[in-house]
C-alpha cells in the first residue's frame, strides 16, 4: 500500500516502509510509506491549490460524489471489514458493524450541510446602523489535516473525513502506524467516487514525524485528532507556532457509578458493552467501576459469572467476543498497569493472563480511590477495576479526582439521584442506566479538563471545519 498524493500512489521520498501486522498471528499483511516531513510539505503543497478548485463545486454536487463514495464502501463491505478485522485484532462482527456505520456519518453530514444556515442581524438593532444590513456565511477554513487513531479508523474518518469535504476542504489523512490499511482503501474510494485530486490524501508514517509535521505546517489550517491525552498536547504546542486550530479529542478514565438501588444484571450487560467492546480499546470506556459497598459482593460475583460465558479468541471466528489488543506491545501495557495495581494492594478475582498480544478479561477487587487506576491511569484493555463507596457524595469525589474528564455514568433507579450525579460529574457526557460508552453520530462528543478541546459530531463538527465570514451592506437602505 502507497501513499495517496495528489491522486498519485507514492512510496516515501527516502523509499522507508513500515510493516503492518495482524496482531493476532502476527503474519505480515503489508508495508506502508514510512514518510517524511518532505513528504509532508509536497502533500500539503498539493492540497493548498486542489482545495480552492473544490471550494468552487457546488455544495450538491460534492454532496453527490460522497454519496458515490457510500455505495463504493457498501459495494466493498466485506473486503474492508477483512481488512480491518486482520490488521487492528477486533472481531469480525464489530469490524463489519464499523464499516455499515459510513452510510450514516457520510449522508448525515451531506445532509447537515445543506441546513447550515447563517445569521441575519436585525437592522437598526443598535445606534448606527438603521439602513445596514449584516449576515453571515461560511466558507471553507483550508486544508484539515485528520490524525486518526488504531481503535475505531473508520467511525472517526467517518466523523472528520466527510464533514471536512463536504464543507469545501482539503483533507490529508494521517492513519495509525499499527492499522492504516482500511484508511488507505477508503481514501481510494473517495478517489473513484469522484473527489479530485489533491482534495483527498492520504499519507503514512509515525505519528512524531508525520503528524508533528502536518500540526506545524504552516500550510495546514485545521488540525482534528483523535488519540491520547500526550499526542494531543504535542500537537497543540506543534499547531500554537501558526496559531493553527484544532479539535483534539483525547483520553480517558471513565467513572461507572452503581448505587444501592441500582439494577445489577442492567449494569453486568452495560459492563460488558462498555468495558469488553473493542477489547477496551475506547476513549469513552467504562474505565473505573464504583460500586455501593452494599452491594459490591453480588455485583462482582455477578461480573465473574458473566465473564466466564465470553468467547476470547481469533478475530476471524464469527462467534469471537473479545479479541486481542492492537499488538504486543499493547498487551504488555496493560499487564505491566495490573501488576502496579496489585502492587498497590489489588486483588485478581478473575482473569489477568496475557498471552501475545491478548489479555484476557480481567477483574481486579480491594481496589481504594488512592491508587493510580482510580485517577488517572488509563488502562486501554479488557480491565474491571471495582472501587467501593459509601454515598453518592463520596462516588462523585471518586469519578471528579482525574484529571480526565471524558464521559462517566450512574445506574439508579432514583431519577433525582441520576440526574444529580450527571450534573455533578466533571465530564463532557453523563449517561444514566447505560455506560459510558455511548457516541451516537448526532451528538456533540467531547472530553473536559484533560480529555480534549471542542466537540465532534454531525451536531456540531461542520462548524468547526469553516470560517464564519460577515457581509455588511453599509446604508443600502437609505
Request: a negative charge; aromatic letters at 6%.
Amino acid at each position: 500500500m502507497r501513499n495517496l498524493v495528489n491522486g498519485k500512489e507514492l512510496d516515501s521520498s527516502d523509499g522507508q516502509a513500515i510493516e503492518v501486522r495482524n496482531p493476532a498471528n502476527n503474519q505480515l499483511i503489508a508495508t506502508v510509506p514510512a514518510s517524511t516531513p518532505e513528504d509532508v510539505d509536497y502533500c500539503v503543497k498539493y492540497a493548498k491549490e486542489a482545495q480552492k478548485k473544490w471550494a468552487e463545486v457546488p455544495l450538491y454536487e460534492r454532496g453527490r460524489i460522497l454519496e458515490k463514495f457510500i455505495t463504493l464502501v457498501e459495494r466493498d463491505t466485506e473486503t474492508l471489514a477483512m481488512t480491518l478485522c486482520r490488521e487492528t485484532g477486533k472481531p469480525i462482527k464489530e469490524a463489519r458493524a464499523e464499516i455499515a456505520n459510513t452510510r450514516t456519518f457520510v449522508s448525515a453530514y451531506i445532509e447537515k450541510a445543506k441546513h447550515l444556515y447563517g445569521i441575519n442581524i436585525p437592522v437598526g438593532n443598535e445606534p448606527g446602523v438603521e439602513n445596514t444590513m449584516q449576515f453571515t456565511i461560511r466558507q471553507p477554513i483550508g486544508v484539515v489535516a485528520c490524525i486518526i487513531p488504531f481503535n475505531f479508523p473508520c467511525d472517526l474518518f467517518g466523523q472528520k473525513v466527510p464533514s471536512a469535504l463536504i464543507m469545501g476542504n482539503a483533507v490529508i489523512v494521517k492513519p495509525s502506524t499499527y492499522n492504516p490499511l482500511t484508511l488507505h482503501k477508503y481514501c481510494l474510494l473517495l478517489k473513484e467516487a469522484g473527489i479530485p485530486d489533491g482534495v483527498i490524501n492520504c499519507i503514512s508514517g509515525e505519528g512524531p514525524i508525520v503528524g508533528q509535521a502536518l500540526a506545524r505546517h504552516k500550510g495546514v489550517n485545521l488540525v482534528s485528532v483523535t488519540g491520547s491525552t500526550e499526542v494531543g498536547i504535542e500537537t497543540m504546542e506543534s499547531a500554537s507556532r501558526n496559531l493553527t486550530h484544532v479539535m483534539l479529542e483525547l483520553g480517558g478514565n471513565d467513572a461507572f457509578i452503581i448505587d444501592k438501588d441500582g439494577d445489577l444484571d442492567l449494569a453486568v450487560e452495560e459492563l460488558v458493552w462498555g468495558r469488553l467492546y473493542n477489547t477496551g480499546q475506547v476513549c469513552c470506556a467504562s474505565k473505573r467501576f464504583l460500586v455501593h459497598n452494599s452491594i459490591i459482593g453480588e455485583f462482582t460475583a455477578k461480573v465473574i459469572a458473566k465473564l466466564r460465558r465470553i468467547k476470547v479468541g481469533d478475530p476471524m471466528n464469527e462467534d469471537t467476543q473479545v479479541g486481542c489488543l492492537i499488538n504486543k506491545e499493547a498487551a504488555e501495557r496493560v499487564q505491566d498497569q495490573v501488576r502496579k495495581t496489585i502492587a498497590q494492594g489489588a486483588h485478581v478475582a478473575f482473569g489477568g493472563r496475557r498471552n501475545g498480544a491478548y489479555f484476557e478479561p480481567t477483574v481486579l477487587v480491594d481496589v481504594t480511590k488512592e491508587m493510580d487506576v482510580m485517577k488517572d491511569m488509563e488502562i486501554f484493555g479488557p480491565v474491571i477495576p471495582i472501587c467501593g463507596f459509601d454515598t453518592i457524595e463520596e462516588a462523585i469525589e471518586i469519578a471528579n479526582q482525574s484529571t480526565y474528564g471524558l464521559c462517566g455514568n450512574i445506574i439508579t433507579r432514583d431519577i433525582n439521584n441520576a440526574f444529580k450525579v450527571a450534573s455533578k460529574l466533571e465530564v463532557g457526557g453523563a449517561i444514566i442506566n447505560g455506560s459510558s460508552f455511548f457516541r451516537s453520530a448526532e451528538m456533540p462528543f467531547g472530553g473536559w479538563k484533560h480529555s480534549g478541546i471542542g466537540n465532534e459530531g454531525i451536531a456540531s463538527t461542520l462548524e468547526e471545519m469553516s470560517r464564519v465570514k460577515t457581509i455588511i451592506l453599509k446604508n443600502v437602505l437609505k
